[in-house]
């Protein structure tokens, strides 16, 4: 009774962390065109919150295994977030540092969140970990349920309005996070010290260090969807609820695959769902780049049912596999920090660049050519799994 009661505490926190992320998250690129920054603009102040991903990725990662505890420093980084992206959309002039210092605290908490969130149920032991994918389907319907929304709510209450409907649903889920336990790590002793030695140690694991950049590699294009093809549908015109459905339906086709994810892992095996991922975003970009209708880039947005649930199931499960058991909280966000926290200081200012200077479509098969390589990686790293 108490592991179903645990279930579906978690899955209401997904469901409303996810929800909550989405309505700051989705909307940097329309808002920072709203007040009139171009593409180069957009794409540097976007790239700032990698230096701030990498920083909280570690620095979290570091405290949770030092210090036992997961609980308290995810509702930190969760009231964080809520406090930076309302700030954020509240500054509605263009005020260039101001906006880069706000979204790099924003965007870099809620990249933190997205793999916090996972470290927090992980502690739960291997039956938490095996409800992970269900679990996670939650995610995904509030992630979908917050994109239907966001066009009215924009249309109501305008970018303040949003910041603010952010703030509020953040106390609704912190009355749920406090109704759960700190995991099973709590019953340990209270610190450990991590030594460079321990990092060195998990940095010499090849297959470590293969997941990672095959990652950096298909995040380089997750990142591209949200900046580059946002941009492409802007300039054929797409408007605020249109942007809406391509997240809508990028949320609602996660939702069975999560559901039955065990299932695909039991199908396939983490290696072989990471080659699926890559090469799927690798067409889905081939693909944005030959499309000139806005109806066809929402469709395409249906291969977030492979190139998201089924990648973060693999990454998930091969990054906790290659972590040292005193290092688990330590690996997943260390991996996070370099292959999301390059991808994102990278792509958006890159991407942007080469989109003033020559066009969107250009950088999206650019985008491609460079999933394509993750997808090369990823036939390595399943031949390393089989030798060994």
């Given amino acids: 009774m108490e592991d179903k009661r645990l279930m579906m505490k978690f899955c ?46 570690l620095i979290f990662g570091i405290l949770s295994d030092k210090y036992k505890t997961v609980k308290k420093l995810c509702i930190i980084a969760v009231v964080a977030f809520a406090i930076f992206t309302y700030l954020f959309y509240s500054l509605e002039t263009k005020m260039f540092i101001l906006h880069m210092i706000l979204i790099a605290m924003s965007a870099g908490l809620a990249n933190l969140n997205f793999g916090y969130f996972d470290n927090w149920l992980f502690t739960f032991g291997e039956k938490a970990r095996s409800q992970f994918s269900f679990i996670r389907a939650f995610g995904s319907i509030g992630w979908a349920v917050s994109s239907i929304v966001i066009a009215k709510l924009l249309n109501m209450f305008g970018y303040k309005g949003l910041g603010l409907t952010i703030v509020l649903l953040t106390i609704i889920m912190l009355g749920v996070m406090f109704l759960v336990s700190e995991g099973s790590k709590s019953t340990q002793k209270k610190s450990e010290k991590i030594t460079a030695t321990d990092i060195k140690e998990l940095l010499s694991n090849k297959k470590y260090i293969v997941v990672i950049v095959i990652l950096f590699f298909i995040y380089c294009a997750n990142n591209s969807n949200s900046t580059t093809i946002i941009d492409k549908m802007l300039e054929l015109g797409a408007t605020n609820a249109q942007i809406g459905y391509k997240w809508t339906i990028s949320g609602l ?103 003033n200077y020559f066009n969107v479509n250009t950088t999206i098969f650019i985008v491609a050519i460079i999933a394509g390589m993750g997808f090369l990686l990823s036939i390595v790293l399943n031949s390393m799994a089989k030798n060994s």
Avoid: H
């Fill in 253 to 355: 086709v996660e939702i069975p695959v999560y559901i039955y994810g065990s299932f695909f892992l039991r199908k396939f095996g983490p290696y072989k769902l990471l080659c699926i991922s890559a090469f799927a975003i690798m067409l889905q970009f081939i693909l944005f780049g030959m499309s000139n209708s806005i109806d066809a880039m929402i469709l395409l947005s249906g291969f977030q049912f492979i190139t998201g649930p089924m990648m973060m199931l693999a990454s998930r499960m091969l990054i906790f596999e290659f972590s040292s058991g005193k290092l688990k909280s330590t690996g997943l966000l260390l991996a996070l920090s370099i292959y999301s926290g390059l991808s994102a200081l990278l792509m958006p200012s890159i991407g942007g660049t080469i989109t």
């Fill in 12 to 57: 209401i926190i997904y469901f409303l962390a996810y929800g909550i992320i989405a309505l700051g998250y989705t909307q940097y690129v329309p808002y920072l065109s709203s007040i009139g920054y171009n593409p180069m603009e957009r794409g540097i102040l976007i790239s700032s919150y990698a230096i701030t991903t990498i920083a909280f990725q």
